[in-house]
């Protein structure tokens, strides 16, 4: 079951959901709305290769800087870049979140690889932004991804406490 607008409320009115700091304008009919956050790491293409069963370290295969609000950031056609969400999603052990860009982006040729956010995680949320066809100047702030929360059909028996939980800032992989 997908949440509508009046279920988002609740789970938020009850303190089930948390979305920190929440504007009014990004609880939508089914959804709700994420803005960019000041954070920004690009893949580096002098990278050594990169070993899975390996420590990774994150400098050498990811430029990390703070974005300029008044600048923001270019995406290049075919780069891929990692950002991070302004806001913490907290959710409980019964809602999953189901992460796509917006259409607006989209239709700009952006694209947001499939992105699920597990019941029980909390922190900001580092997703993978692909450029299209031109290059795009992204600011901190746009409303620029859109999270659908689907309910469990009961609250599921090991909520998330991963690696990621409690991040803060784009999180390079962290490899097991």
């Known amino acids: 079951m997908i949440l509508s607008d009046r279920d988002i409320y609740w789970y938020l009115d009850k303190g089930l959901l948390r979305i920190e700091p929440l504007s009014e304008d990004t609880v939508r009919e089914n959804g709700v709305d994420l803005r960019l956050g000041g954070e920004v790491c690009r893949f580096r293409g ?19 800087r703070k974005v300029d609000p008044d600048h923001g950031f270019v995406v290049a056609p075919g780069e891929h870049v990692l950002a991070t969400t302004l806001e913490e999603v907290c959710l409980p052990d019964d809602l999953v979140g189901l992460v796509n860009v917006r259409s607006t982006f989209a239709r700009l040729g952006l694209f947001v690889p499939p992105t699920v956010i597990d019941a029980g995680f909390c922190g900001q949320v580092t997703v993978e932004i692909v450029g299209g066809g031109f290059p795009v100047k992204l600011y901190p702030g746009h409303r620029f991804l859109h999270v659908v929360f689907v309910k469990t059909t009961s609250p599921v028996a090991r909520p998330y406490r991963g690696k990621y939980q409690g991040q803060r800032g784009v999180t390079p992989p962290k490899m097991d």
């Open 46 to 64: 002098d990278a050594p290769t990169l070993d899975t069963r390996g420590e990774i370290d994150p400098s050498a295969y990811y430029d990390c």
